[in-house]
């Protein structure tokens, strides 16, 4: 049979069966060849660089919102930070100053003769209208409450017969009369055997005022008696008997004049000193007139004031020995100092006392702890002396106030301040395997005078330390701004540095499994030197990263 | 990480540029082999020498190919049992733009017939393509990455960029016409109906890193669009039709000059035309062109929430410079222009088993003109059987040998046409490679031959 392909010859054909079979041989050379899990790349990673953080600090940035209050400059921007303490209240007069109830009773035995006029009986009888314990007196008081009442009884078995009763003390405030009452004791036919009578007045309208030299004696009142009797028929049984008694209730007072005796308040207060509040340890040294302890009052209460304080002392809780006590006056001077109080002519008026304390020891504890709180326990001493002829003049609602404040200018000479802080950490691990290494470079431009070295520590939940950021010695990040001369100890020229922290796979691979970042910083001014912090100052820190891709593992 | 994901991104997509050798435009074998159809798509002006065709359907012309300005060995290098991806290697053999071409065929349906001087046909048919061109200087960057000591302080133009993913169907209507006896024109009409299309516009990023800290500076004019089925839900197959709102129209033209005998030329231009996409379109276009967007970083504290490290944040910055960048999406209907092709064509016919010829053709594609030259030669055993070598020389390759063997055996025509076929035993070298299969059923007048008479019609002068 002729071929269809006559050209093709057996030679030919076997040609093409080789063909065939290289072109099969190279299909397998093909399957190898596009397996790329053989894939290799020798020697070299994409690097990809990213910008991740530009931040630019003023000093009020690193204060959280509530502390901003805190912050205060000068006219040239220099800084304070003030802590004032809460502002501390005592009891108002009338709740510890008070109006005791009184009670009186006094008889008189009457002895009447045959008249055939009027005739009329006149007596006296005075009762303590408050004790004179403690020495206390009272000059005046106006009554804004209270309840006089008088009882009695007779045995007068007059036709017509009249009770006139004058309390010289009690004196109504409008009219300015003593307080005077008349009860009617007729007792027609003699037929009851006691006449009794009673009356109650409502002392709001009266004042109180006592002159010793008529009433008697100290705090007393008086009661001045009138019974008219008129002629009758009726037997005459003398002796006869008058009996007065009575008390003086629920009395409140607007105004207190005379001496209130001696009382005491306590003060008590912690005050958080917040920008140590991460410190864990180092030293902070401040200039001159740096620290400012200021004591204030606002007194209500027209009495002599003594403060005195059982404890001053600051804390902290990492550098020994923790505790420190403050002398506003010097060690072994007892921490007193008396308040300013109104003077009658002042009475309702709140009389302030600014008292600043620029020589306590504040600056010597501020070195040796770097505090993160301070306590005071004061009591303020009424009538110290205890001179009953003072002159005190109160009102019921009258009180004392009082508040302390520090205020540090940040004029400072920082040693490697050690704050430390801790923050939840949680990388994912989904892309760990493909990076190669990670470099962060860390630029900053810094206008405060401060150094500043970071270390950042990766924990697991128990704060174990799995890795640190640096491990270069020198991890001081930011150096501090050049320093000009005193006085203004202005920087003058911002200090700029860069660092790379870079970490490899194995390392990222110890801290993707941490959950907790220690952050310890050091802080110190430039060369540990003296330096003030004006309100111009900033911090920019730019963070970026650059990663070595591991493609081999994609 | 994002960086992470856009690096593997960059090498599965240069790994595909890689892979996807499977087509290219091997139509220039049909200008050398006598008798087939088909070749009116190329030559417009081709008159077939039968009365009348159908091509059987789907396999009635299938084609599949690619070319590339690189091959294998330019990415990896076997060692052993390893595969070595060396990066100076890769770039030593980088030409300043690396392009891929990937074209498909599917011929459903094909017929034609003579009538006196002029003959018809009419075939449908899809069309893939893929076209795409990458700067020497953009895959550096990929390489490199913007940290690297290459990038860190020097702005880099990733601009010339280009990608145009296109898959339409082609109703085509053809015509051709002996004007004379040395002179036949002939064009094409094609409706299109597109299917899916992805394209750019512009893709043009100029970007700068800064050295200290790695501040990025980005200028951006992007314009990307698509047209994909599906996207508005799960993908089916109904999805991959035709579209009716992707209409579009492409015409060809071209002439064939029979100088005498031996010697005849053509000129044609193919495919131009354009779509327009309307079904699902998307556009993504840079909100602020050209304009400089400057990243330094967040806000420290935005890496931190509650009192505590917020690791999604790294990704927030991320997706900040993307923002940043600012490309707006829209949902606007946009034209694609189809890639052209113009072929200049000539062969000589020794004797009438033996013919020489040359093919000139450029393909005129966004951000790159695909020239390649073609030296054919053609062993014609009456019509029964025709044999081709050739070889086409290309920017990228100078030797990619050819060979096309087509015969009838009756009414049934096959041929296969497969463009640097040494490509399967040195793929590691090629950088392009095509096949191309034909099955028709040609129907002929019934001519008695004398014992020499060749096949070629003789010319009347």
């Given at each position: 049979?002729?071929?269809?392909?006559?050209?093709?010859?057996?030679?030919?054909?076997?040609?093409?069966?080789?063909?065939?079979?290289?072109?099969?041989?190279?299909?397998?050379?093909?399957?190898?060849?596009?397996?790329?899990?053989?894939?290799?790349?020798?020697?070299?990673?994409?690097?990809?660089?990213?910008?991740?953080?530009?931040?630019?600090?003023?000093?009020?940035?690193?204060?959280?919102?509530?502390?901003?209050?805190?912050?205060?400059?000068?006219?040239?921007?220099l800084i304070s930070l003030i802590y004032n303490s809460s502002t501390l209240s005592s009891s108002q007069a009338q709740d510890f100053f008070f109006l005791d109830d009184r009670f009186f009773n006094h008889v008189f035995p009457l002895f009447v003769f045959p008249s055939s006029t009027a005739d009329t009986i006149t007596g006296e009888f005075s009762y303590s209208f408050y004790s004179q314990t403690n020495n206390q007196r009272i000059d005046t008081v106006i009554f804004k409450d209270g309840a006089y009442s008088?009882?009695?009884?007779?045995?007068?078995?007059?036709?017509?017969?009249?009770?006139?009763?004058?309390?010289?003390?009690?004196?109504?405030?409008?009219?300015?009369?003593?307080?005077?009452?008349?009860?009617?004791?007729?007792?027609?036919?003699?037929?009851?055997?006691?006449?009794?009578?009673?009356?109650?007045?409502?002392?709001?309208?009266?004042?109180?005022?006592?002159?010793?030299?008529?009433?008697?004696?100290?705090?007393?009142i008086r009661v001045l008696s009138q019974l008219i009797l008129q002629p009758d028929a009726n037997p005459n049984l003398s002796p006869y008997e008058l009996e007065i008694s009575g008390d003086m209730l629920y009395m409140k007072y607007s105004d207190f004049y005379g001496y209130m005796g001696y009382y005491d308040f306590q003060f008590i207060d912690t005050v958080k000193i917040d920008v140590f509040r991460k410190s864990i340890g180092g030293s902070v040294g401040v200039g001159p007139q740096a620290l400012t302890f200021i004591v204030e009052t606002f007194n209500e209460v027209g009495v002599p004031i003594t403060f005195e304080a059982q404890t001053i002392q600051a804390y902290s809780p990492f550098t020994p020995p923790y505790y420190e006590d403050i002398y506003l006056f010097g060690p072994g001077i007892p921490n007193e100092f008396d308040i300013l109080s109104p003077t009658p002519q002042q009475l309702g008026q709140s009389v302030p006392t600014v008292l600043d304390f620029g020589q306590t020891n504040f600056p010597e504890v501020f070195l040796s702890l770097a505090p993160r709180e301070f306590y005071y326990d004061f009591t303020a001493l009424l009538n110290p002396g205890g001179d009953s002829t003072a002159q005190n003049v109160v009102q019921d609602t009258s009180k004392l106030r009082f508040r302390t404040s520090l205020e540090f200018k940040l004029f400072v000479e920082i040693d490697h301040l050690v704050i430390q802080d801790t923050l939840d950490f949680n990388l994912s691990a989904s892309t760990i395997d493909e990076i190669d290494y990670l470099t962060c470079r860390i630029n900053t431009e810094n206008g405060f005078p401060f150094d500043a070295s970071v270390q950042i520590y990766f924990t697991d939940v128990n704060y174990n330390v799995l890795d640190s950021l640096i491990y270069d010695d020198d991890s001081r990040i930011i150096a501090g701004g050049e320093v000009g001369l005193p006085p203004m100890l202005r920087v003058t020229k911002p200090s700029t540095k860069m660092t790379d922290v870079t970490m490899t796979n194995d390392r990222l691979r110890k801290i993707i499994s941490a959950e907790k970042l220690l952050i310890r910083a050091g802080l110190s001014t430039t060369n540990n030197n003296l330096a003030k912090v004006y309100s111009d100052y900033s911090l920019r820190v730019k963070v970026g990263a650059k990663t070595g891709i591991n493609l081999e593992t994609n | 990480?994002?960086?992470?994901?856009?690096?593997?991104?960059?090498?599965?997509?240069?790994?595909?540029?890689?892979?996807?050798?499977?087509?290219?435009?091997?139509?220039?074998?049909?200008?050398?082999?006598?008798?087939?159809?088909?070749?009116?798509?190329?030559?417009?002006?081709?008159?077939?020498?039968?009365?009348?065709?159908?091509?059987?359907?789907?396999?009635?012309?299938?084609?599949?190919?690619?070319?590339?300005?690189?091959?294998?060995?330019?990415?990896?290098?076997?060692?052993?049992?390893?595969?070595?991806?060396?990066r100076d290697h890769f770039i030593d053999n980088l030409n300043p733009e690396t392009s891929l071409n990937l074209d498909m065929l599917v011929e459903y349906f094909s017929a034609g017939f003579r009538l006196n001087d002029n003959y018809f046909t009419f075939r449908i048919a899809d069309n893939g393509n893929v076209n795409a061109t990458f700067t020497k200087e953009t895959l550096l960057f990929f390489l490199y990455g913007n940290g690297s000591d290459q990038y860190l302080g020097k702005e880099v133009n990733l601009g010339g960029n280009g990608i145009n993913f296109s898959f339409f169907r082609e109703y085509a209507l053809g015509y051709s016409r002996k004007i004379n006896p040395k002179l036949t024109v002939g064009m094409n009409m094609k409706y299109l109906q597109g299917i899916a299309n992805v394209s750019t516009n512009d893709l043009s990023v100029s970007l700068f890193t800064d050295s200290v800290d790695y501040t990025i500076k980005l200028k951006s004019n992007i314009e990307i669009n698509t047209s994909l089925p599906g996207v508005n839900g799960g993908i089916e197959s109904a999805d991959f039709m035709p579209s009716s709102d992707n209409p579009g129209f492409a015409f060809d033209f071209g002439a064939e000059y029979q100088f005498n005998e031996k010697l005849s030329a053509t000129l044609g231009v193919t495919n131009i035309g354009f779509i327009n996409w309307n079904a699902n379109p998307k556009n993504y276009r840079s909100s602020h062109p050209d304009e400089e967007f400057v990243y330094e970083g967040f806000e420290l504290e935005e890496y931190f929430e509650d009192n505590a490290f917020n690791s999604g944040a790294l990704n927030n910055a991320l997706d900040s410079i993307a923002d940043e960048i600012g490309v707006v999406e829209t949902a606007e209907g946009y034209r694609t222009a189809v890639p052209s092709w113009l072929n200049i064509n000539a062969n000589y016919r020794f004797t009438p088993s033996h013919q020489a010829g040359i093919l000139f053709q450029n393909r005129f594609l966004q951000n790159q003109n695909w020239s390649t030259l073609t030296l054919a030669y053609t062993y014609s055993l009456k019509d029964k059987l025709h044999a081709m070598v050739s070889n086409t020389f290309s920017r990228s390759s100078a030797i990619a040998p050819s060979f096309g063997v087509g015969t009838n055996l009756g009414p049934l025509q096959i041929f296969i046409i497969n463009e640097n076929f040494v490509?399967?035993?040195?793929?590691?070298?090629?950088?392009?490679?095509?096949?191309?299969?034909?099955?028709?059923?040609?129907?002929?007048?019934?001519?008695?031959?004398?014992?020499?008479?060749?096949?070629?019609?003789?010319?009347?002068?």
């Amino acid at each position: 049979m002729k071929p269809i392909l006559p050209f093709i010859s057996v030679k030919r054909s076997l040609l093409l069966i080789a063909a065939i079979f290289v072109f099969m041989m190279s299909c397998n050379d093909l399957q190898d060849d596009l397996d790329f899990s053989k894939l290799v790349l020798p020697g070299w990673n994409p690097e990809y660089a990213i910008p991740l953080v530009n931040s630019e600090y003023a000093v009020t940035d690193f204060f959280s919102d509530e502390n901003q209050e805190f912050i205060s400059f000068d006219e040239d921007g220099l800084i304070s930070l003030i802590y004032n303490s809460s502002t501390l209240s005592s009891s108002q007069a009338q709740d510890f100053f008070f109006l005791d109830d009184r009670f009186f009773n006094h008889v008189f035995p009457l002895f009447v003769f045959p008249s055939s006029t009027a005739d009329t009986i006149t007596g006296e009888f005075s009762y303590s209208f408050y004790s004179q314990t403690n020495n206390q007196r009272i000059d005046t008081v106006i009554f804004k409450d209270g309840a006089y009442s008088f009882r009695g009884k007779t045995n007068l078995n007059r036709e017509n017969a009249e009770l006139k009763l004058t309390i010289p003390e009690i004196i109504h405030r409008q009219t300015n009369q003593p307080l005077g009452l008349a009860f009617n004791l007729s007792n027609p036919g003699g037929q009851q055997e006691w006449v009794n009578f009673e009356i109650s007045v409502n002392l709001a309208e009266y004042k109180l005022v006592i002159h010793p030299e008529l009433s008697g004696g100290a705090n007393r009142i008086r009661v001045l008696s009138q019974l008219i009797l008129q002629p009758d028929a009726n037997p005459n049984l003398s002796p006869y008997e008058l009996e007065i008694s009575g008390d003086m209730l629920y009395m409140k007072y607007s105004d207190f004049y005379g001496y209130m005796g001696y009382y005491d308040f306590q003060f008590i207060d912690t005050v958080k000193i917040d920008v140590f509040r991460k410190s864990i340890g180092g030293s902070v040294g401040v200039g001159p007139q740096a620290l400012t302890f200021i004591v204030e009052t606002f007194n209500e209460v027209g009495v002599p004031i003594t403060f005195e304080a059982q404890t001053i002392q600051a804390y902290s809780p990492f550098t020994p020995p923790y505790y420190e006590d403050i002398y506003l006056f010097g060690p072994g001077i007892p921490n007193e100092f008396d308040i300013l109080s109104p003077t009658p002519q002042q009475l309702g008026q709140s009389v302030p006392t600014v008292l600043d304390f620029g020589q306590t020891n504040f600056p010597e504890v501020f070195l040796s702890l770097a505090p993160r709180e301070f306590y005071y326990d004061f009591t303020a001493l009424l009538n110290p002396g205890g001179d009953s002829t003072a002159q005190n003049v109160v009102q019921d609602t009258s009180k004392l106030r009082f508040r302390t404040s520090l205020e540090f200018k940040l004029f400072v000479e920082i040693d490697h301040l050690v704050i430390q802080d801790t923050l939840d950490f949680n990388l994912s691990a989904s892309t760990i395997d493909e990076i190669d290494y990670l470099t962060c470079r860390i630029n900053t431009e810094n206008g405060f005078p401060f150094d500043a070295s970071v270390q950042i520590y990766f924990t697991d939940v128990n704060y174990n330390v799995l890795d640190s950021l640096i491990y270069d010695d020198d991890s001081r990040i930011i150096a501090g701004g050049e320093v000009g001369l005193p006085p203004m100890l202005r920087v003058t020229k911002p200090s700029t540095k860069m660092t790379d922290v870079t970490m490899t796979n194995d390392r990222l691979r110890k801290i993707i499994s941490a959950e907790k970042l220690l952050i310890r910083a050091g802080l110190s001014t430039t060369n540990n030197n003296l330096a003030k912090v004006y309100s111009d100052y900033s911090l920019r820190v730019k963070v970026g990263a650059k990663t070595g891709i591991n493609l081999e593992t994609n | 990480m994002k960086i992470i994901n856009i690096s593997k991104g960059v090498l599965i997509l240069l790994l595909l540029i890689m892979f996807q050798q499977l087509n290219a435009q091997n139509e220039r074998s049909l200008f050398f082999l006598p008798g087939i159809p088909q070749e009116k798509y190329m030559n417009p002006a081709a008159f077939p020498d039968n009365k009348f065709y159908i091509g059987i359907p789907i396999l009635s012309s299938m084609k599949v190919g690619l070319e590339n300005t690189f091959n294998y060995e330019d990415f990896f290098t076997p060692v052993g049992d390893s595969i070595y991806f060396d990066r100076d290697h890769f770039i030593d053999n980088l030409n300043p733009e690396t392009s891929l071409n990937l074209d498909m065929l599917v011929e459903y349906f094909s017929a034609g017939f003579r009538l006196n001087d002029n003959y018809f046909t009419f075939r449908i048919a899809d069309n893939g393509n893929v076209n795409a061109t990458f700067t020497k200087e953009t895959l550096l960057f990929f390489l490199y990455g913007n940290g690297s000591d290459q990038y860190l302080g020097k702005e880099v133009n990733l601009g010339g960029n280009g990608i145009n993913f296109s898959f339409f169907r082609e109703y085509a209507l053809g015509y051709s016409r002996k004007i004379n006896p040395k002179l036949t024109v002939g064009m094409n009409m094609k409706y299109l109906q597109g299917i899916a299309n992805v394209s750019t516009n512009d893709l043009s990023v100029s970007l700068f890193t800064d050295s200290v800290d790695y501040t990025i500076k980005l200028k951006s004019n992007i314009e990307i669009n698509t047209s994909l089925p599906g996207v508005n839900g799960g993908i089916e197959s109904a999805d991959f039709m035709p579209s009716s709102d992707n209409p579009g129209f492409a015409f060809d033209f071209g002439a064939e000059y029979q100088f005498n005998e031996k010697l005849s030329a053509t000129l044609g231009v193919t495919n131009i035309g354009f779509i327009n996409w309307n079904a699902n379109p998307k556009n993504y276009r840079s909100s602020h062109p050209d304009e400089e967007f400057v990243y330094e970083g967040f806000e420290l504290e935005e890496y931190f929430e509650d009192n505590a490290f917020n690791s999604g944040a790294l990704n927030n910055a991320l997706d900040s410079i993307a923002d940043e960048i600012g490309v707006v999406e829209t949902a606007e209907g946009y034209r694609t222009a189809v890639p052209s092709w113009l072929n200049i064509n000539a062969n000589y016919r020794f004797t009438p088993s033996h013919q020489a010829g040359i093919l000139f053709q450029n393909r005129f594609l966004q951000n790159q003109n695909w020239s390649t030259l073609t030296l054919a030669y053609t062993y014609s055993l009456k019509d029964k059987l025709h044999a081709m070598v050739s070889n086409t020389f290309s920017r990228s390759s100078a030797i990619a040998p050819s060979f096309g063997v087509g015969t009838n055996l009756g009414p049934l025509q096959i041929f296969i046409i497969n463009e640097n076929f040494v490509a399967p035993f040195s793929y590691r070298k090629a950088t392009f490679y095509s096949l191309h299969l034909t099955i028709n059923l040609v129907f002929r007048d019934k001519v008695t031959l004398a014992p020499e008479e060749t096949t070629t019609p003789a010319l009347e002068n």
